[in-house]
């Protein structure tokens, strides 16, 4: 179990580590471009309108860039909240499925009936009772807790 957390973990900090690299290599060059074509548009400007209008048309260039970076980076985000959200279901519905399948194994079910044996019901009944209630108490905190997470993501009218 935990050697595969382990090579997930490599993988993911391997994918993430390439990413950045080639992103800072486009990002690299983006800048190198774009310093370029802004050179070129304000010398074009500056002879053609003065250097007011050339340093608002650098601005410009520079506003126009910066929108694109912050569109870039929002849609990221979105796809990067999608697969957390995508990969939380998956992981419930396997614990789900897991649980039932350990209810039905006929060795857990024989290990309890030889407990019950060995304690006594009398005994038994005010562990049980108690283990109940925390058990109802974890699972209205997660309840909430998922309330509270989807409440909050709620955009608000």
Known sequence: ???RMIDDLKDSTGTAVRL???????AF??????????AALFVFVLQKYGPV???????????????????????????VRARAEEAAREAARSAKSAASNMLADPMLLAAGLQL?????VKKLIPIL???GLA????MSRGASATSDEAEAEAPAE
């Open 116 to 120: 019950v044996r060995a304690i006594g």
């Open 1 to 3: 179990m935990f050697s």
């Open 129 to 131: 009772a108690i283990g």
């Open 135 to 138: 058990l109802g108490f974890m």
């Open 20 to 26: 950045t690299s080639l992103a800072a290599a486009a």
């Open 53 to 79: 209008e050339a340093c608002l048309a650098g601005a410009g260039v520079f506003f126009v860039v910066m929108l694109i970076a912050a569109v870039c980076y929002r849609v990221h985000q979105n796809k």
């Open 29 to 38: 060059a983006l800048l190198i471009a774009t310093s370029f074509l802004c």
